[in-house]
């Protein structure tokens, strides 16, 4: 009975013949990878039963006949030899079957390393999705209506079915099949799109991690598995800027600081939310806080580490010297349109947490002054801010109550804000003295406007001066330094037209001085005259007749051709 598994199995026969002087009945295999169900395959093989070789045992008999030594050297197409060619030429030519086998893998991870069943079905994986990918693409293209050769845009890519069935895999396989995808060229939207699907089966609680108003804080033993997820899929997010939602990036972010991830893994999560924030919403950035009691009902400091993030984004791309960048036509640059909605957002996260009576001063000025002074062009949003917080901190000095003063620009408010400014007694006297005046101002501007028509120049020449400094207020360094360069080059334009005409008169007037020492007659005069009519440095022509012209003309002209004769020798 036990000759075919001893003539097939090397473990097998060195085990009987260690006891060949007692009658062994019986034979002890510890730690047999899959256990007895997968030992019941090998026993049938031995035996020349048959069963069939699958995607959900092939793992486990490749590592079952490793431990027994179902090698060609005991017997010819051995079970090792077996699976390993089902292995190759069937399930690494189906991207569905290799994630089935890493799936069965999970639980021989050790000896399926060893023999490779682990890394052959990922790097099939990787490839598979790759050339689908290159396929889907090359399907896209088509030819345009001037004949130019484009990709036509779809919804998703047909070559991205895979992201489903990758999310069965454990994570630890789940982050290796994703590196080598990175590794192999794989659309970076389509990674992302792996993730978000990974992400929202793998967290099970994600109805309360992913809901900024919950404040309950889960049992850390019970959320080990969602820590590691999040950790995990955070370090393989791609480093293009719009590969996954922003509202994902958020999601993500709240599931740290609830399960406490590491530092590192937030600090990338606030980066990348950073580099995008001109297209995050109001509740995106309420992020919950989970500390102790006395402490702000919303994480105040991670809003901070963001618009820090953004504005140092922002810095940067300020010093590229780039030409193309700071000759833009348009009036306002990109930037300086995502900092106008930034502080729009700003102003109303400050509305929002200014009732919390936990809430600093020095926090709410922070945030306040994190943005630079030209990202406001209307400070309607921060005055309303600012009164909110005074309404709900009675308690405040005329001193704290200055400080926040200090962050508005009066001259930027609106008729409507003002007239409110000016009749608030939550602020100090002298901010409403400074709005009284500034909407003085405004009246006597309105109301010379509508003077005189002699009158009215001067007070449009005024209001237009005005008006200029505060564009330029309310521009970006960036901008300013656009403009000043078209008006440059705009001048120097001028400046070359205007050498030109004057090389021109130089050499005419050459030219008249020596035809005037030949003939000295009236009319060359005549013909002088004419000719000095049509060169007129603002390109006028003359409008009277060109009849003969007097002795003092005559005198005059003379002296005006000697002058600049004189000038040019």
């Known amino acids: 009975m036990k000759f075919p598994l001893v003539s097939r199995s090397g473990r097998i026969r060195r085990l009987v013949a260690e006891h060949r002087d007692s009658d062994i009945s019986r034979v002890e295999l510890l730690n047999l990878p899959g256990g007895a169900e997968c030992f019941e395959l090998a026993a049938k093989f031995c035996y020349g039963i048959n069963f069939e070789i699958t995607s959900t045992n092939v793992a486990q008999l490749c590592c079952v006949s490793e431990y027994l030594e179902m090698t060609e050297d005991f017997s010819k197409d051995n079970l090792g030899s077996r699976a390993e060619e089902y292995l190759d030429s069937i399930v690494c030519k189906n ?102 699907s990974y992400a929202e089966k793998e967290l099970t609680k994600k109805s309360t991690l992913w809901n900024p108003s919950s404040q309950t804080k889960v049992d850390s033993n019970s959320t080990s598995h969602e820590k590691l997820v999040v950790e995990t899929i955070v ?55 989970f500390k102790h009691a006395g402490d702000t009902l919303f994480d105040v400091d991670a809003v901070h580490r963001i618009l820090v993030n953004f504005c140092q984004q922002e810095d940067s791309e300020d010093d590229l010297d780039d030409a193309s960048v700071f000759e833009s036509g348009s009036p306002h640059s990109p930037s300086q349109t995502a900092l106008v909605k930034v502080a729009r957002l700003v102003d109303n996260y400050l509305a929002e947490i200014a009732p919390d009576a936990n809430l600093k001063l020095s926090k709410f000025l922070i945030i306040a002054e994190t943005l630079p002074t030209h990202a406001r062009t209307i400070h309607d949003g921060l005055y309303r801010a600012i009164d909110i917080y005074l309404k709900a901190h009675t308690g405040l000095s005329d001193l704290e109550k200055k400080k926040l003063s200090k962050l508005i620009d009066f001259q930027k408010l609106s008729q409507e804000a003002g007239a409110h400014a000016a009749q608030n007694e939550r602020l100090p006297l002298q901010s409403i003295v400074q709005v009284l005046y500034f909407e003085q101002l405004r009246l006597r501007n309105t109301l010379s406007s509508s003077y005189g028509e002699d009158d009215h120049k001067p007070t449009m020449h005024q209001s237009w001066r005005i008006s200029s400094g505060a564009l330029s207020a309310a521009m970006s360094p960036r901008d300013n330094y656009a403009s000043l360069r078209r008006e440059n080059r705009e001048l120097k334009l001028e400046l070359a037209r205007l050498r030109m005409r004057l090389n021109d008169l130089e050499r005419d007037h050459v030219c008249m001085k020596r035809d005037i020492a030949k003939s000295g007659s009236r009319k060359f005069m005549s013909s002088f005259s004419k000719r000095i009519s049509k060169l007129s440095l603002f390109g006028h022509s003359s409008s009277r007749g060109s009849s003969s012209p007097s002795k003092n003309s005559q005198r005059t002209d003379s002296k005006v051709i000697d002058r600049t004769c004189a000038s040019t020798e």
């Open 235 to 289: 370090s393989l997010l791609p480093i293009e800027k719009h590969a996954v939602p922003l509202n994902f990036l958020f999601g993500l972010l709240r599931s740290a600081v609830m399960l406490d991830c590491t530092i590192a893994s937030r600090l990338d999560l606030e980066r990348r939310i950073g580099s995008q924030l001109d297209v995050a919403t109001l509740d995106d950035i309420l992020i919950p806080s």
């Open 95 to 196: 991207l569905e079957m290799c994630v089935e086998v890493l799936k069965q893998c999970e639980s021989l991870l050790s000896l399926a390393d060893e023999l490779k069943v682990v890394s052959r079905c990922i790097d099939a994986i990787a490839s598979k999705t790759c050339a689908e990918q290159i396929a889907s693409s090359f399907s896209r293209l088509e030819y345009s209506s001037s004949g130019r050769l484009h990709m036509s845009k779809q919804a998703k890519c047909d070559g991205d079915w895979w992201i489903e069935d990758l999310s069965i895999i454990r994570i630890d396989m789940y982050q290796r099949v994703i590196t080598a995808m990175k590794c192999r060229g794989v659309r970076p939207e389509s990674i992302g799109a792996s993730l978000v």
